[in-house]
């Protein structure tokens, strides 16, 4: 998937990609919520809420306020979960969860960057417990993700150690480059979203993916090319959340139906 530009060769340069709506078409963490459900880390409330946040996720522009308001829902969500069990089910679900969600036009540039001698980088505000492993997936050569706190006991706090978004984002490449000796001016960037303009004016190729109203608008008035990906069965954003939504129904009315079949068997005749 080529803007017809040839590529800058050379081990000297990275091509740097943001994950979630850029690589893959869904916040990367809602994407287990079915996952973490079954393996005990959520209740049905908790499922419910991360199938509208998943829902909103896609409809939404990523502007600030909509990322804050994702990332405390994520971090509430995660705080007590034991980061062992997490990286666990990630491992065992990371194919049939992350391999639909891959947007063709992604993996197509990660090939092509990789055939020009580049390495490529991961950059994401979601957790590295997560990112890492679809990193991997991706044969990406390097993650730089958020970084959550874990207690003694090993379970998440429900706070950040590191927050891999916006300006840090920038920080973050500047910190690979320097690490591994990339060449920030023949490099490239990929992202979705216009709180990642940091991350984009600190290379000298920057792209844009299925950009936000305010990243493509900034994007033509800079003369970035733009790149419009989609997967080859594109779900509707409803339908894309369909599933986490389905479980959490048949749970929650399983547990109403039992819950008035104990007060039944409870009540005197």
């Given at each position: 998937?080529?803007?017809?530009?040839?590529?800058?060769?050379?081990?000297?340069?990275?091509?740097f990609?943001?994950?979630d709506k850029?690589v893959?078409?869904?916040?990367?963490?809602l994407?287990?919520s079915?996952?973490f459900?079954?393996?005990?880390l959520?209740?049905?409330?908790?499922?419910?809420?991360s199938?509208?946040?998943?829902l909103?996720?896609?409809?939404?522009?990523?502007?600030?306020?909509?990322?804050?308001?994702?990332?405390?829902?994520?971090?509430?969500?995660?705080r007590?979960w034991?980061?062992?069990?997490?990286?666990r089910?990630?491992?065992e679900?990371?194919?049939?969860?992350?391999?639909?969600?891959?947007?063709?036009?992604?993996?197509?540039?990660i090939?092509?960057?990789?055939?020009?001698?580049?390495?490529?980088?991961?950059?994401?505000?979601?957790?590295?417990?997560?990112?890492?492993?679809?990193g991997?997936?991706?044969?990406?050569?390097?993650?730089?993700?958020?970084?959550?706190?874990?207690?003694?006991?090993?379970?998440?706090?429900?706070?950040l150690t590191?927050y891999?978004?916006?300006?840090?984002?920038r920080?973050?490449?500047e910190?690979?480059?320097?690490?591994y000796?990339?060449?920030?001016?023949k490099?490239?960037?990929?992202?979705?979203?216009?709180?990642?303009?940091?991350?984009?004016?600190?290379v000298?190729?920057p792209?844009v993916?299925?950009?936000?109203?305010?990243?493509?608008?900034?994007?033509?008035?800079?003369?970035?090319?733009?790149?419009?990906?989609?997967?080859?069965?594109?779900?509707?954003a409803?339908?894309?959340?369909?599933?986490?939504?389905?479980?959490?129904?048949?749970?929650g009315?399983?547990?109403?139906?039992?819950?008035?079949?104990g007060?039944r068997r409870a009540s005197p005749?």
């Amino acid at each position: 998937m080529s803007d017809g530009r040839p590529l800058t060769p050379g081990p000297d340069v990275a091509a740097f990609f943001d994950l979630d709506k850029t690589v893959i078409a869904k916040s990367s963490i809602l994407a287990f919520s079915r996952e973490f459900f079954h393996g005990g880390l959520l209740d049905t409330r908790t499922l419910m809420k991360s199938a509208y946040n998943q829902l909103t996720f896609a409809l939404s522009p990523a502007d600030a306020d909509h990322v804050e308001r994702l990332r405390r829902h994520v971090t509430t969500m995660c705080r007590g979960w034991d980061a062992t069990q997490v990286q666990r089910i990630v491992a065992e679900s990371l194919d049939e969860v992350v391999t639909p969600l891959i947007y063709a036009g992604a993996a197509e540039l990660i090939a092509l960057h990789h055939d020009q001698g580049h390495d490529v980088v991961l950059v994401s505000a979601s957790g590295r417990d997560i990112v890492e492993p679809i990193g991997a997936l991706l044969g990406v050569d390097h993650v730089r993700a958020s970084e959550m706190r874990v207690d003694d006991d090993g379970h998440y706090t429900g706070e950040l150690t590191y927050y891999c978004y916006g300006e840090e984002k920038r920080a973050a490449i500047e910190s690979v480059a320097a690490e591994y000796g990339y060449d920030l001016d023949k490099s490239y960037a990929f992202t979705d979203s216009i709180t990642d303009v940091p991350m984009l004016e600190s290379v000298g190729h920057p792209r844009v993916v299925n950009p936000d109203r305010a990243l493509r608008r900034h994007a033509e008035s800079h003369g970035w090319p733009i790149y419009d990906f989609a997967l080859e069965t594109e779900p509707s954003a409803a339908s894309a959340a369909a599933p986490v939504l389905a479980a959490a129904l048949v749970v929650g009315v399983g547990a109403a139906v039992g819950y008035g079949v104990g007060v039944r068997r409870a009540s005197p005749r």
